[in-house]
């Protein structure tokens, strides 16, 4: 608390914080839309996920260790997520039915690039470097979902599901397009992209997301291959783009693809897993896998 106080007193030295801050709030907000969330869980995950990353930051500047920041930085999203419910009942009566959405304010340290291009070198064969990247992904998610489950359990949240938003088949394809490209850009932006490259990144990510989820809802496609669908539609389009802009094709390619990473499944995995609910956790697990 002493070093977020410290350092929003030192905005000009601390833009740079300030701006991966608001980039996680408006991915994971726009995330929880399409996760089948609200606006209210929508407005918590955008507070806690842009304290969660504003926090990540600070503490990266100053050295932390990385398993230190991922579960402080993640405490601070749900918390903050926990407080603004909490508020919002206070002052407007919110049901408590829209605490479901703290999972979403932590989805910003889902680690894209690693998870991502670890998998590329696998199927290039280059294994070392493969087997790397992703047991430096999979530490990071073990890490965020295990203190994700300790904070649930310290504020009695639990995971549940969202309530069914009552939009027509139209209005969502058209939501789920303007929320895919904010979430994509917003993702871009954490990994340092330029805007213009961010802005692309997002065009790309808005229809071969919601490519991916109307194939699930209108086709009853299998999660699985509506993710394999919708991530072959983003290389093969980020190729294209990259022959006519010169953008590097990965840094086009992971932003869209990382908003399919099926977080949300491999939080629960871990929650169930904690609480001795094996028949779930194995069953999360298997779909995010």
């Known amino acids: 608390i002493h070093l977020v106080l410290d350092e929003i007193q030192k905005k000009p030295a601390n833009y740079k914080a300030w701006n991966l801050g608001l980039a996680a709030a408006i991915a994971c907000c726009a995330f929880t839309f399409l996760l089948g969330g609200g606006p209210m869980e929508m407005i918590c995950a955008f507070f806690g996920a842009g304290m969660g990353n504003f926090v990540r930051k600070l503490m990266l500047q100053k050295k932390i260790s990385l398993l230190g920041n991922v579960a402080v930085s993640v405490a601070a999203s749900c918390v903050t997520y926990v407080l603004t419910i909490l508020l919002a009942q206070a002052i407007f009566g919110v049901s408590e ?43 990071i998610i073990l890490t965020a979902t295990m203190t994700g489950w300790v904070t649930a359990l310290v504020c009695r949240f639990q995971p549940a599901d969202f309530p069914a938003l009552e939009i027509d088949t139209g209005m969502t394809i058209i939501l789920r397009i303007i929320t895919s490209f904010f979430g994509v850009y917003g993702f871009s932006l954490m990994f340092n992209s330029p805007r213009k490259m961010a802005i692309t990144a997002g065009l790309i990510g808005m229809f071969s997301n919601t490519l991916r989820l109307e194939l699930i809802d209108l086709a009853n496609f299998p999660v699985g291959v509506a993710a394999f669908i919708g991530a072959f539609f983003t290389g093969c389009v980020a190729s294209v783009v990259k022959k006519k802009i010169g953008y590097p094709r990965i840094s086009l390619t992971v932003p869209a693809i990382v908003i399919m990473v099926p977080g949300l499944y491999l939080y629960r995995a871990i929650y169930n897993l904690g609480i001795m609910s094996l028949d779930a956790s194995a069953s999360w697990f298997a779909s995010a896998i």
């Open 97 to 139: 039915v829209h605490q479901a959405g703290y999972i979403c304010a932590m989805l910003f340290v889902i680690p894209g690039f690693p998870l991502i291009t670890g998998g590329i070198d696998l199927a290039k064969l280059d294994i070392r470097s493969g087997l790397e990247r992703i047991t430096y992904a999979l530490l």
